[in-house]
C-alpha cells in the first residue's frame, strides 16, 4: 500500500497537537506542508497498526532520508490508504481535507 510523508517548518504549527479548531482551515498549502518521502508497506486490516509501524521505522536513526526530513513528530501528515492522518500527541487523528498536486516531493521512493 502507498503512503506519503508530510512535514512543515511552519511556526504556527510545527509540532503541535491537533486543535478542534484546525478542522475548518486545514490544508497543507496554508502551514507550508511539503512532500518528504514516499513509499509502500503492509496494510494492516487496522490502519492504526499500519500508522504505528511507519511512526517506528521513522523515528530510528537508520530511517529512510534521514538527511532529507526529520524523524516523524507531531504535526506531520501521513496519506495511507487515500486517508489523510495527522500526527498527534499521542496517536494518529483522521482528517479530511484536499492536497494540491503542486507540494514537492523529496528523497527517493522506497519499495
Known amino acids: 500500500m502507498k503512503f506519503e510523508i508530510y512535514q512543515t517548518d511552519n511556526s504556527n504549527i ?17 502551514y507550508g506542508y511539503q512532500k518528504v518521502f514516499e513509499g509502500e508497506c503492509q496494510l494492516s486490516t487496522n490502519p492504526y497498526i499500519t500508522l504505528e509501524e511507519i511512526f517506528t521505522r521513522f523515528n530510528r536513526d537508520d530511517r529512510p ?3 532529507t526530513m526529520r524523524s516523524l513528530s507531531i504535526s506531520d501528515i501521513v496519506i495511507l490508504d487515500g486517508r489523510t492522518y495527522y500526527c498527534d500527541s499521542i496517536g494518529f487523528k483522521e482528517i479530511s481535507m484536499t492536497i494540491k498536486k503542486r507540494c514537492r516531493r523529496y528523497g527517493n521512493k522506497q519499495r
Open 14 to 30: 510545527i509540532f503541535m497537537p491537533f486543535k478542534e479548531e484546525m478542522k475548518k482551515s486545514f490544508s497543507l498549502d496554508r
Open 65 to 67: 532520508n534521514p538527511t
